[in-house]
Structures are given as C-alpha cells and as structure tokens.
C-alpha cells in the first residue's frame, strides 16, 4: 500500500486572519457577499470557528473598518498641516479605491477600534499643534472629511468608467432638443468633460487644494505649536540620550539607551563632567538640560512666556530668564539694577539662585561641545505627556507617584534608583522628563517653544523642547 501523503497544514486561525479574508472577500465580490458562512468557506472551516474570534458580524465590520484606517496616512504633528492633511486625503482615495465598500461605513461604527480612533487623534493632534482653536479644528475635520467621503461616494457611484463609456452615455441624453434646453451641461459635457485626458478623479486633487486653502485662514500661526498640550505617545528611544537636572552634588542625569530596560541615573559636580563620564560607554547624541540656554540682552524670553502658557495651574514653576548682563552682577541687588533698566524687568530670588549654574552651562555650551544640547522644562514634558500639567507637587508622595505613572506611560520605566547622596527624587525624576525629551528630538517628534528659536547676540537658540 502505497504510503499516504500528508495534507497540508492550514494556517492557524486568527482573528487577524479572520479579518484580512474578510476584507479580500468584501474587496472582490461586495459587501452584500459577505456572511459568516461565506467567509468560513473560504477560510476552510466551520462558520461556529469563528465565534471564538469575532463575536458576532457587526464586531467583524468594526474590525474590517479599523483595517482599512490602518492604511490611511496618519497626519503627523508638528509637520506643516497643510501638506500632512493633503496627503491623508490622497492616500485616503487611493485606499477606498481598493475597498471600495468601506466608503460608508468608515465614521458610521458604534464600537470604533484602535486605528480608527488612533487616526482620528491624529488628524486632531495635527490642526491643534498647527494652531487652529478647538472649533476651527471641528470646522477644518467636518470639510476635508466632506470632501473626502462626499467624492468618494460620487466618484464610485459614476455610470461610466472612463471618457468612451462618458461619451456613449452623452450622445443617449444629449440630442438636439436637450442641447437647446440646457446649454450649460451641454457645454461642460462636450467642452470640457470629452476632452482628451478629462476625468473626473482627476478633480480629487485640485478640490482638495481649494478646501485646503479655504480654512487656511482659521489657523493661528502666532499660536502653531505653543501651549497646546496633548498626550504623547510612548517614546522609541534609537539612539543613547541624556537628561539632566541641577541637585546638590551638582548635577544628575538620566541616561536612556536602546534597548535598555529602565534609565541610567549618573552624577557629577559639573555638566561637563556628567556628560563626559557618560559618553565614556555611550555615545550619546542629545543633551537635555533643565536650565535656561540662551540668555536675552535687553528683553524678556518668549520661551519662557509660552512654557507658562503651557502649564495652566502650575505657571509658576517657570521664572523669567535675566538679561546676561544682570547674570554677570555679583549680587542680586546689581542684577536688579542692571535687569530693570534693560529689560523693565525685577528679579526675582529663584531666577538669581540658579546664577552660578547658568553661567555654567553657559560656558560650557559657548566651548562647542559635540553634542546637541537642549534646554527642557521638566514640567513642560511632563505636562507633555500626560496631556495636561500635573498639579500636585513634584515633592510630595503624590506628585512622585504622578510624575512615574506619566513616564510609564510615555515609554520611560521607573529609573535605577531614585535618590542617593546629594540628590533627591524629584531631580532624578525631572532628569527621567528631560530625557525623554531629548529622545522625542532624536527622533524628530519634539516640538519647541518657540518655534524657530529666538537668537540673541551670544547666537545660541533660546527654546523651550518638549
């Protein structure tokens, strides 16, 4: 007796396989050919088998949808709207094209799953950062998804599919009598619709670029990107970045690494000698410092202005920046003296305590150190990424808990260890803030305020990141 061949292994069923054979069936052969049993058929099994998966059809169609979202373009914050919100659309197009029964169904679920809702943020995240209001986002969202949806809904619902079928369907219903009748479709039919390379999916683009330039008037650019404050993603970090905070012994620093499980916390008397130790086993690519780098000559920061915009309840955490000439005075009553007649401005006493480690930074980024160095406002990337400023204090047991259950969330593990001697959690937990925003410029998701940089005559950019 010859020896039987083995069947093939099926692969296993999942629900990921479940939902692509769903799509493929409903791409091919319509949305009304799509039944448990149908689907089962194809996936060479029984119709029960897949109620382990997908509860029932609706829950299918929820996850059918949230597919076809995946392969939308998410617009990405902080890039030009205009140019992030024209591509969503395009991309857009070109994927109810491939699904064409998605079309209406794509804002109609009940229970919308993770891309959709993900991408949706997205586009949200993008006209807030812009600077558009939150009614002016409302308004500019319900266009571009008119738009989108609206000629997608005409466009597949055509009678004819290129210029020849148009031009059967023209000389039917355009005889004598109704040229007479209706002049005007009778010239944009034979005038412009028949004319050689016309077609109407040809119009998508240039109708997109005129509702784009209509709400172009509702953004803000003097507010594009400053103040506005959403959660943020968990960071990836790619290359080795450091965060540091100013502590007794000097100075503290987050170290996070790729791959690394949590960060590193590293101290030393001077910045230099921070940076330096760590570069020794990383090659470290950003620096983040919270410490004000830049220093004005005769005016106030906008940097600082717009970190407190940004922290609605917890202003105060942010001083004003003095004019370098008042950080040069020995004492604060002659930084007062030089500030006022410079910049208009007092001094206040945390702004004149942090003197000496300013003046520090100052000196060791003016040597050119090769490394990128930021200035970062711990609240700021706190507030960052949790969506909103953490009230409670950073020194109580609260506010602790807060500031580790925000950058756990944004991608940051609990650091090493949390305080030791000569530095308290609060820095090592500020430093963790810091880095994690260094990660974000490495990766090109920060944001600064403001954005471009002020420069002042020392020609170092004075911007907040976050």
């Known amino acids: 007796m010859p020896p039987r061949t083995p069947r093939p292994e099926r692969p296993a069923l999942t629900r990921e396989r479940i939902v692509a054979e769903a799509v493929s069936l409903a791409d091919g052969s319509g949305l009304a050919a799509l039944s448990m049993r149908a689907l089962a058929g194809r996936l060479g099994v029984e119709a029960m088998s897949l109620y382990h998966h997908v509860p029932h059809k609706d829950a299918l169609l929820d996850a059918m949808v949230d597919a076809v979202f995946a392969e939308f373009h998410a617009p990405v914050a902080g890039r030009p709207w205009r140019e992030e919100l024209r591509r969503r659309s395009v991309v857009g197009r070109e994927v109810l094209l491939r699904h064409r029964w998605a079309v209406g169904l794509m804002d109609a679920r009940r229970s919308p799953g993770p891309e959709a809702v993900g991408h949706h943020d997205a586009v949200l995240g993008c006209l807030r950062r812009a600077g558009f209001s939150l009614a002016a986002t409302g308004h500019v969202f319900a266009l571009v998804d008119a738009h989108l949806y609206g000629f997608m809904v005409q466009e597949l619902a055509l009678p004819f599919a290129d210029q020849e079928e148009l ?12 040229a007479a009748a209706f002049p005007h479709f009778t010239e944009f039919a034979r005038e412009h619709a028949l004319r050689p390379g016309w077609s109407f999916g040809a119009e998508f683009e240039v109708t997109l670029d005129l509702v784009l ?64 130790a760590v570069r020794e086993s990383a090659d470290v690519r950003v620096v983040g410092i919270d410490i004000p780098i830049g220093l004005p000559d005769s ?168």
């Open 167 to 178: 031009a059967v369907i023209e000389g039917e219903i355009v005889d004598e009598a109704t």
């Open 213 to 276: 330039g209509a709400v172009a008037g509702l953004v803000d650019e003097d507010a594009a990107g400053e103040g506005d404050i959403g959660a943020a993603t968990p960071v990836e970090v790619t290359v080795p970045v450091l965060g540091v905070d100013g502590c007794k012994a000097g100075w503290v620093g987050a170290l996070l690494e790729p791959g690394a499980p949590r960060p590193r916390v590293v101290v030393a008397a001077t910045v230099a000698e921070l940076v330096e």
């Open 299 to 466: 005016t106030t920061r906008r940097a600082d202005a717009l970190a407190r915009q940004a922290l609605p309840g917890k202003a105060s955490s942010v001083f004003t920046t003095l004019t370098r000439a008042a950080y040069a005075a020995d004492d604060r009553a002659s930084a007062d003296t030089v500030n006022r007649s410079l910049s208009g401005q007092g001094v206040g006493s945390q702004a004149f305590a942090l003197r000496a480690k300013i003046l520090e930074v100052d000196a060791w980024v003016r040597s050119r150190p090769t490394v990128e160095v930021l200035e970062v406002h711990p609240e700021v990337s706190f507030a960052t990424m949790a969506g909103a400023p953490l009230l409670p204090g950073k020194k109580t047991a609260e506010g602790r808990a807060a500031r580790l259950e925000a950058l756990a969330a944004a991608g940051v593990a609990r650091p090493s260890v949390l305080e030791g001697r000569g530095y308290a959690a609060d820095d090592v937990l500020d430093a963790c803030a810091v880095a994690w925003t260094a990660a974000r410029r490495a990766t090109g998701l920060s944001r600064s305020l403001p954005d471009p940089p002020e420069v002042f005559s020392d020609g170092i950019p004075a911007a907040i990141h976050a």
